[in-house]
């Protein structure tokens, strides 16, 4: 199952348990021109759980993220630091029951299946991946589809021997606008829509499911496999209806622990389709993306990483009809990270972490060809992580 952040027993009667999590970290961030003192995605978390009987137990998680440094208003490559401009806002929170032998249901915003599938590649403090499909919508925290930290989930986990399995079902019903016109409202684009123009959609972003298995081959070597499915319908202006599937595959491998001494080693690919948007919000047909990072901790508390990132879409990769699109578009979101951690204690990090960009998003427009380019950029960041 994907890790979750360490935590600390504040209490425990024999029945009742309740744990405190998280992190704050805190980092001197360069890149795009721009020096500033950022939050990196800090968080707390609660964590209940309460025996009843027949080897039950009810459980429940809250988790904010905290912004301890202020609001920000670089444009960053990826969602390593939150935009939002309060102290506190929701990341998870879920409710549920498990059972030894029968699994575990949790109803609520959490991580979904396919984050099974693909965590393994996300232990970058700075520039964690964004090829792996699963921060979705042009780099948001992967809620609509469920891929990510998805909202409303109902989900159920199971360990068989050395399989372990989710699966889940995301119950929602979303409709939103969309418009083929810059820096536009939700409102506006509305107001379009019902006017009749053909510059204006309306989605809807219905349920979504899917799954993943893990097979622990030994205790290094992890095997994964899964897929996400949802659908949107797209309703034109015109009385036009459009139906397309939000789909994602893909498997992965992982070698070691990250956290322990000596060599660590992870992987995974997957294919989708209609899934992520490019840096414009236009959204992609089909795309392959790739995530790798190979690490080595030293017995002398230094650990350093590589890792490479590739998202490609290709050409002619923007459904149509988008009025603003040039049908020669090229999308190809491609980077490598190197990091340097100096571990304290296992709770406590002093990291740098650098990028090196080598996106091609080559248009005929060269106006929309710099707005492409403008959130991928080589970077360079120091920081401390420090776990609650």
């Not at 809250?62 to 390593?80: A, M, T």
């Not at 970058?124 to 891929?147: E, F, M």
């Amino acid at each position: 199952m994907a890790p979750s952040v360490n935590a600390v027993e504040v209490y425990d009667d024999g029945k009742n348990n309740l744990t405190i999590g998280g992190f704050i970290d805190a980092r001197i961030i360069h890149t795009q021109g721009q020096t500033e003192i950022v939050n990196g995605a800090s968080r707390i978390s609660f964590d209940f759980s309460r025996k009843l009987k027949d080897q039950w137990s009810a459980l429940a998680l809250l988790e904010w993220g905290v912004n301890p440094v202020g609001s920000s208003d670089i444009i960053y490559n990826n969602r390593f630091e939150s935009i939002q401009d309060e102290f506190l806002y929701n990341r998870l929170g879920y409710i549920g029951i498990a059972h030894e032998k029968y699994g575990q249901v949790t109803i609520g915003k959490q991580w979904g299946a396919w984050y099974d599938v693909v965590y393994s590649t996300n232990y970058s403090l700075v520039w964690d991946g964004n090829a792996a499909g699963v921060y979705t919508y042009n780099k948001d925290d992967g809620a609509i589809n469920g891929t990510g930290r998805g909202d409303k989930l109902l989900q159920y986990r199971n360990t068989f021997g050395d399989f372990s399995i989710a699966t889940q079902v995301q119950f929602k019903n979303n409709d939103f606008y969309t418009c083929d016109i810059e820096a536009i409202s939700e409102a506006a684009c509305q107001t379009l829509w019902e006017s009749g123009s053909d510059l204006a959609q309306q989605v809807e972003f219905n349920s979504t499911y899917g799954a993943a298995v893990t097979y622990s081959v030994s205790d290094d070597l992890k095997l994964t496999a899964g897929f996400n499915r949802g659908e949107l319908t797209v309703n034109y202006a015109a009385g036009r209806i459009q139906s397309v599937n939000d789909f994602i595959y893909g498997a992965g491998v992982t070698w070691g622990n990250f956290n322990n001494d000596g060599l660590y080693f992870a992987a995974n690919i997957n294919k989708n389709e209609n899934h992520d948007t490019d840096n414009l919000g236009r959204l992609i047909k089909d795309a392959i993306g790739v995530e790798s990072l190979l690490s080595y901790k030293f017995d002398n508390d230094i650990r350093t990483f590589i890792a490479y990132n590739l998202y490609d879409a290709g050409t002619d990769y923007v459904i149509q009809p988008n009025f603003n699109a040039d049908p020669n578009d090229n999308f190809k979101r491609q980077f490598t990270v190197l990091g340097f951690h100096y571990l304290f204690d296992e709770d406590t990090i002093f990291y740098i972490e650098a990028r090196k960009d080598f996106s091609d998003f080559s248009s005929a427009d060269k106006e929309q060809e710099y707005q492409m380019g403008l959130s991928e950029d080589d970077g360079i960041a120091f920081g401390f992580h420090y776990t609650l």
